[in-house]
Nanobody, 121 residues
């Protein structure tokens, strides 16, 4: 069955870095866009970044542009989110999700369980 498993979250000081990983299984990663989302306490879930499968195009929320980098390794069935210059407002549970198709704007149909990122001194 389709599974997405996030890892790499933790506690980091402001200005620090973390790399989140998303392990995909049960489907051919090559054919699907993958997105990263986050949800902070008391806030709605928001899209953070996405990488398409067709041409590897990447998209970022304005709040993370220039600080976060999404990448994928189809051979290893892995998707990554490199997060630099972290801010307290980046604190949230981060989820990876599979788009229903090759592009980032197709509704997402499978979600991971999430990994907590806490940015605090």
């Amino acid at each position: 069955q389709v599974q997405l498993v996030e890892s790499g979250g933790g506690l980091v000081q402001p200005g620090g870095s973390l790399t989140l990983s998303c392990a995909a299984s049960g489907f051919t990663l090559d054919y699907y866009a993958i997105g990263w989302f986050r949800q902070a306490p008391g806030k709605e879930r928001e899209g953070v970044s996405c990488i398409s499968s067709s041409d590897g195009s990447t998209y970022y929320a304005d709040s993370v542009k220039g600080r976060f980098t999404i990448s994928r390794d189809n051979a290893k069935n892995m998707i990554y989110l490199q997060m630099n210059s972290l801010k307290p407002e980046d604190t949230a549970v981060y989820y990876c999700a599979r788009s229903g198709g090759v592009g980032c704007y197709v509704p997402y149909d499978y979600w991971g369980q999430g990994t907590q990122v806490t940015v605090s001194s």
